[in-house]
C-alpha cells in the first residue's frame, strides 16, 4: 500500500476483498466450532492496569480522566489473556475470545500493530489437548479457504496432514548441533555454555546478550525457518526460563508445558499449560520488568488484581493464536494487511 493506492481506493479494494471474504467465513467456522464445544465467547475490557509483563512486548500507553480531575495512566492489552484468566477464576469452564490487540514497535509482513489475536481456554484439562484444538483449526481454514495446503515464502505444508510433535531441545539439537538442557542450571542458563554453542552453529552473539537472547537468536536463524515444513510442527516444551505464564513439567523442571504452533516456518498459536502459583508469578513478571528497565528504561505495572484472581484460578490450559496469520496463510497471502480489512495507516510511512 502507498499514499497513491490506499487500501481505501475502489481498484485497489475489488482486489483485496475477494481474500477479505474468505477471512469472514474462517472466523465465521471458527465460531461455529467452540460454539459445538460449548465454549462461551466474552469480550474482554482493551483498557487494563498492564498491558502485560513480557520484556521485549512494547505497548501503548493512555490516560484514564475521572470527571474530578484525577488522571490514572492504562494501556491498551498486548494480549487478553489477564482478564480471560479473571473469569476462569470466576467460574467459567471453557471460553474464547477473539479480541483486538495492540503491539508497538512492531511491524512488518507478519506484524500489525493492531491485530486479532483468538484466545480459548479450557479449566482442569491438560495443555495436549490445545493441540488437537490447533489442528481442527487448521484443517477448518483450510477446508473453508478451499486450500489445505499452504505455501509462503517458497515454504509448504498439507494442514490435513498430523502435526509433529518436537520438543524445543530436540530441535535445537537436530538443526543447530546445540545440547540445549546441558546449558541450564537449575532456574536459570549459562549464558557462556549457550553462546559457544550458539557460535559453533554459525550464530553470531554480541557480547550484551544474556541468555535468552541467544536462546531467540538461535531459535529465529536455525530452527523457526524449518518447522511447519510439509506438515504443521508443534514445539513443544520451552525452558522453563522462556516460559514465564506456564508451569513446569513435572517430569523435568528445567522446561515448562508450553508449546508453539509452526506453518511454514511461521509461528501461528502459543499454548500453556497455565501457572496457578501468584507467588511464583509475581516473581517471575518482576524479573521480566527488571529486564525491560534495563534494556528500555521503561517497566510496565504488575496487575496485583490477576495475581489476587490466579491465586483461586483453577488449573487450566490456554492458547492464543494469531488469526490474521491463520487466514494470511489459509488465502495464500504474502502479508498480513492484505487480510485486514482497514490496515492501520503509517504516516510516517516507514512501512509499505
Known amino acids: 500500500m502507498t499514499a497513491a493506492s490506499p487500501f481505501w481506493a475502489p481498484h485497489i479494494h475489488q482486489d483485496r ?33 498492564s498491558p502485560g509483563n513480557e520484556a521485549h512486548l512494547a505497548a501503548f500507553g493512555t490516560d484514564l480522566r475521572a470527571p474530578d480531575g484525577r488522571v490514572s495512566r492504562l494501556y491498551l492489552h498486548t494480549s487478553p ?28 509482513a507478519l506484524h500489525h500493530p493492531e491485530f486479532s489475536m483468538l484466545e480459548w481456554y479450557r479449566a ?5 489437548t490445545l493441540m488437537q484444538d490447533c489442528v481442527d483449526l487448521l484443517r477448518i481454514a483450510g477446508r473453508v479457504a478451499g486450500q489445505t495446503r499452504w505455501r509462503f515464502r517458497g515454504r509448504e505444508a498439507d494442514v490435513e496432514r498430523e502435526p509433529e510433535r518436537l520438543s524445543v531441545a ?7 548441533g546445540i545440547d540445549l538442557l546441558g546449558t541450564i542450571e537449575g532456574p536459570v542458563g549459562n549464558r557462556d555454555a549457550l553462546s559457544a554453542a550458539a557460535r559453533k552453529a554459525g550464530v553470531q552473539v554480541a557480547a550484551d546478550d544474556d541468555w535468552s537472547d541467544v536462546f531467540s537468536r538461535v531459535l529465529v536463524e536455525k530452527v523457526e525457518p524449518r518447522l511447519g515444513l510439509g506438515r504443521p510442527t508443534i514445539l513443544d516444551r520451552y525452558p522453563t526460563i522462556e516460559a514465564a505464564l506456564a508451569r513446569p513439567c513435572p517430569d523435568d523442571l528445567r522446561v515448562a508445558e508450553r508449546f508453539e504452533l509452526y506453518v511454514c516456518g511461521v509461528e501461528l498459536a502459543n499454548g500453556f499449560g497455565e501457572l496457578t502459583d ?4 509475581r516473581r517471575r513478571f518482576e524479573a521480566e520488568m527488571d529486564l525491560r528497565e534495563l534494556r528500555y528504561g521503561e517497566r510496565y505495572p504488575i496487575d496485583a488484581d490477576f495475581l489476587d484472581a490466579l491465586a483461586i484460578m483453577p488449573e487450566a490450559s490456554g492458547i492464543a ?22 490496515p492501520v495507516i503509517d504516516p510516517a510511512g516507514a512501512f509499505r
Open 17 to 49: 476483498r475477494p481474500r477479505l471474504l474468505v477471512r469472514n467465513r474462517i472466523l465465521s467456522a471458527v465460531r461455529s466450532h467452540f460454539e459445538a464445544l460449548d465454549f462461551v465467547e466474552v469480550e474482554t475490557a482493551v483498557l487494563q492496569v
Open 81 to 108: 489473556e489477564f482478564a480471560a484468566k479473571k473469569l476462569l477464576a470466576a467460574g467459567e469452564e471453557r471460553l474464547f475470545t477473539l479480541a483486538r490487540v495492540f503491539r508497538n514497535a512492531e511491524r512488518s
Open 124 to 128: 482442569r484439562e491438560p495443555y495436549a
Open 170 to 176: 530436540g530441535a535445537f539439537s537436530r538443526y543447530a
Open 278 to 281: 501468584a507467588a511464583e508469578q
Open 321 to 342: 493464536l494469531g488469526f490474521d496469520r491463520l487466514a494470511m496463510l489459509a488465502v495464500g497471502a504474502e502479508r498480513i494487511d492484505q487480510v485486514l480489512w482497514t
